[in-house]
């Protein structure tokens, strides 16, 4: 059963604005997300609170492993867009 988006809001700062920004920017038409382990139950949602406001963009979620920021699946990047990938902790530039 999928959660709630509004229930990670609570704890996490998703930066939904800031990933439709940056498809609109792009222009991307799919986009792979990868979420840690802790967010999965959560990915449907997030995918459909990004489909509101990106109905033409098609998402799809990495449900392998991930094990961190350097942690980055290994598909063809021909075959996406755009990559986001979600943390549980900031990112030190």
């Given amino acids: 059963m999928d959660k709630r988006i509004e229930d990670l809001k609570e704890n996490y700062e998703l930066e939904i604005e800031r990933i ?3 498809v609109k920017k792009t222009k991307a038409k799919k986009v ?6 802790a ?3 959560y990915s449907a949602s997030i995918v ?6 990106l109905p ?6 990495w449900m ?4 961190g920021a350097c942690d980055t699946p ?6 996406f ?3 986001v990938q979600f943390g549980h902790s900031s990112w030190n530039k």
């Fill in 39 to 41: 967010f999965k139950p």
């Fill in 64 to 67: 392998s492993s991930c094990f």
């Fill in 74 to 79: 290994n598909v063809n990047p021909k075959d």
């Fill in 48 to 53: 459909d609170e990004l489909k509101k406001q």
């Fill in 20 to 22: 439709v920004k940056e």
């Fill in 32 to 37: 792979l997300l990868q979420f840690p382990d």
């Fill in 56 to 61: 033409k963009t098609e998402f799809f979620i």
């Fill in 81 to 83: 867009n755009l990559f």
